[in-house]
Nanobody
Framework: QVQLVESGGGSVQAGGSLRLSCAAYGYTYSIYSIVSMGWFRQAPGKEREGVAAIYTDGGRTYYAASVKGRFTISRDNAKNLLYLQMNSLKPEDTAMYYC??????????????????WGQGTQVTVSS
């Protein structure tokens, strides 16, 4: 029911910035309550990795250690948008980035299996 569409990816030099956006369609009128939303990334040959998450009740945020202090996750509830501000980008940040939504009350924020809805992904490439 919930449709997620990412945008904002691209190619940047190391040290640069990007802001990813995730538009959530059907979110407001969904029969499911979304507990959290998150950003994941997957590089070629590697597992999908949790980057950041934000909980709808209270807006508490979580970050992977590798991006803490550089990335910021936020939401615009009125516009049904999820953002990931990415600063001080490094080549190791290169990956396909996915937006996800979790309607369940349990589980860990960094576990891909906890999220029921996924976007198509947007590519981020950081060159040195």
């Amino acid at each position: 029911q919930v449709q997620l569409v990412e945008s904002g990816g691209g190619s940047v030099q190391a040290g640069g910035s990007l802001r990813l956006s995730c538009a959530a369609y059907g979110y407001t009128y969904s029969i499911y309550s979304i507990v959290s939303m998150g950003w994941f990334r997957q590089a070629p040959g590697k597992e999908r990795e949790g980057v950041a998450a934000i909980y709808t009740d209270g807006g508490r945020t979580y970050y992977a250690a590798s991006v803490k202090g550089r990335f910021t996750i936020s939401r615009d509830n009125a516009k049904n948008l999820l953002y990931l501000q990415m600063n001080s980008l490094k080549p190791e940040d290169t990956a396909m980035y996915y937006c996800a939504a979790d309607p369940d009350s349990g589980g860990y924020w960094y576990s891909p299996g906890e999220y029921n809805y996924w976007g198509q992904g947007t590519q981020v490439t950081v060159s040195s």
